[in-house]
């Protein structure tokens, strides 16, 4: 049978008990026999990618002196004469250098040799020397043993006349300069060699003499042969010393250094069980600990879990209440709006319409209260219309400057193609309210907090409604979370957690997001992204005024609002107003005599909408 919640902590000291011999046995069969191999063998690949990369400095040095006796004078003007002057000239100042050639590619002929004198009739190309090359990069050649002053490695470096290789120019280089780099970062007691790109010996600190322009052994050509640039394989030297081989591969040049160490030190980590015993048992010995803190602080997440159920069914029973409430109270409002709605059709005194009109916003007011409790007491899914933000922001300006301290400054900005957006108005109220709610929390001396209203960057089909505070923001593993339900940073009984939880709903439920942007001392930035829609269609407008009044009559007050307000329609109310006068004017109003009833408005009304 599964083990229940309650269970679990007991479990869980259980396995803290039973931990130490099974990490006794993993850390015998594991970190004995992997830990020094990996070390052992990463350092050797660094000693040869050492060597390697001090070998390319060294090419890539030669490389340098040749591209500068390239230019000179004498090679751009084929003075030849001059160019083999030359060449003996930079040969002596580079010791290593035991040559220089420069070959025609055209004619297939040496141009010069500084082993001869000069000759206006050259030999033959040498067969290292009969190359293709297809641009000037520089070619790091092979080493032969055989010839004149040999052993030597080769390097050589084409030379452009219209933009295609026409000479090579090639040097002949001491192998020992090779060496002395080898034997200097090789430790004692190991085996090191530097390979050209077809395993033959470049250099080798044992029986260098003897070994340097020959073929490696099957074991080093192997391991060329594949396509891995650098890695360990187990070989036999010439002189039967077995070991494992850990080699480099230079990309520039294709020249490897490979250095061997004795297989035993690899293998050596075997030995090492006895003392893993003593350190598998001081790690047992933790890991036990961590275990049994671990079950303690399963306790504490399970009150935890407990307390959020409590807040959970608190809140329950506080939307229950609210629900019915709220019920009870619309019945109320919808009696008292009902009535305010017919007792304004009835007044004519001016101080009694406008307190009349005054009650009736009150109560349109309380109608909105009750929608939105009634929304947090059922949970029910947002009422989606087209919403003016450039009406509901500043709409919101007095509430909001009552939510904040009286030193906190609060700025709007509204751009204005941002405008119309589908959601619901009422919860897109609410979660404004919430975050500038929290804005004000984060600011307890005060600050600003900037509402803005403008098109989304990263998306034109969007529209941007930002809450941006200089308050004392979050870290980010606090911003990660603070969209989920019940989590607060604020003190027991002064959050919920639900604030940020509401704005994330009503989002998603409008087909937007929200993004926060905050770190500590910087402010928070929380972006509402709401889809785009279009202004619903505009409903006409009826002016209905008195004909006689103080200042201007009824039908001049007409002709201004039309200028103003395209599409309005017009209703003079008069006892005796000269409809000559009505009909000669632009506004075209209708005209309803007084005395009238009830049906003579509503009939004159509903003309007056279809003129």
């Not at 060699?193 to 395993?199: K, P």
């Not at 260098?208 to 074991?219: H, I, K, L, S």
């Not at 957006?421 to 975050?435: F, H, P, S």
């Amino acid at each position: 049978m599964p083990a229940t919640f309650t269970q679990r902590p007991y479990f869980l000291l259980g396995a803290a008990l039973a931990l130490p011999v099974v990490v006794l046995v993993v850390l015998q069969l594991v970190f004995t026999l992997n830990r020094e191999r990996e070390d052992i063998e990463r350092q050797t690949l660094a000693r040869a990618a050492a060597v390697s990369e001090l070998a390319d400095a060294m090419l890539e040095g030669d490389v340098s002196a040749m591209r500068v006796l390239a230019t000179s004078p004498s090679f751009t003007h084929h003075a030849w004469i001059e160019a083999y002057a030359r060449s003996r000239e930079v040969s002596a100042f580079n010791p290593a250098w035991r040559n220089i050639i420069l070959s025609d590619l055209q004619t297939r002929r040496e141009v010069f040799d500084l082993a001869r004198g000069f000759s206006a009739a050259g030999e033959a190309l040498k067969p290292f020397a009969d190359l293709q090359p297809t641009n000037d990069g520089a070619i790091i050649g092979d080493i032969y043993r055989d010839g004149e002053n040999c052993p030597c490695a080769y390097v050589h470096l084409p030379i452009l006349e219209g933009g295609h290789p026409r000479f090579l120019l090639t040097i002949a280089l001491d192998p020992r300069r090779f060496q002395t780099l080898l034997i200097e970062h090789t430790p004692p007691g190991l085996v090191s060699a530097i390979n050209d790109r077809h395993g033959n010996f470049v250099a080798r600190n044992v029986n260098y003499e003897a070994r340097v322009g020959t073929p490696a052994t099957p074991f080093l050509r192997r391991a060329l042969a594949s396509s891995a640039n650098s890695g360990i394989y187990d070989a036999v030297t010439y002189e039967g010393f077995q070991n494992k081989t850990a080699f480099v591969r230079s990309p520039i040049s294709g020249w490897s250094a490979h250095i061997a160490i004795a297989s035993v030190l690899i293998d050596r980590p075997r030995l090492l069980v006895f003392l893993t015993v003593g350190v598998g048992a001081l790690v047992a010995f933790a890991s036990a600990a961590g275990l049994i803190f671990w079950a303690l602080r399963d306790l504490a997440e399970r009150r935890q879990a407990e307390r959020q159920l409590a807040q959970t069914q608190k809140l329950e029973a506080i939307g229950q209440l609210t629900g019915g409430v709220a019920h009870d109270f619309n019945n109320l409002l919808t009696v008292m709006i009902g009535g305010l709605n017919m007792l304004l059709r009835r007044m004519d005194d001016p101080k009694q319409r406008e307190i009349a009109e005054h009650m009736l916003d009150a109560a349109q007011r309380g109608d909105k209260l009750t929608k939105q409790l009634l929304a947090f007491s059922r949970g029910k899914q947002l009422e989606l219309s087209a919403v003016d933000l450039h009406v509901l922001v500043p709409g919101m300006e007095e509430l909001l400057r009552r939510s904040i301290n009286p030193q906190t400054q609060l700025e709007f900005e509204l751009q204005p193609s941002a405008r119309w957006v589908k959601t619901d108005a009422n919860q897109l109220e609410l979660a404004i309210l919430n975050l500038v709610i929290n804005a004000r929390d984060a600011m307890p001396d005060g600050g600003r907090i900037a509402v803005s209203v403008r098109d989304s960057a990263d998306h034109p089909e969007n529209v941007e409604l930002a809450v941006a505070d200089d308050g004392m923001g979050m870290p980010k593993d606090i911003s990660d979370r603070a969209f989920e339900p019940f989590f607060t940073t604020k003190p027991a009984g002064k959050g919920t957690g639900l604030g940020l939880a509401q704005v994330f709903g009503a989002a998603q439920q409008s087909g937007g997001s929200v993004e926060i942007e905050s770190s500590p001392g910087r402010g928070t930035i929380v972006r509402f992204i709401l889809p785009r829609t279009a202004p619903p269609p505009k409903q006409p407008t009826l002016l209905v005024t008195d004909y006689s009044m103080p200042g201007m009559t009824g039908l001049e007050l007409a002709e201004r609002a039309r200028a103003q307000v395209g599409g309005l329609k017009v209703l003079i109310v008069s006892g005796y107003a000269d409809a000559t006068a009505l009909e000669a004017s632009a506004a075209r109003p209708a005209l309803l005599r007084k005395p009238f009833d009830e049906r003579a408005l509503l009939d004159a009304v509903n003309n007056a909408f279809a003129a």
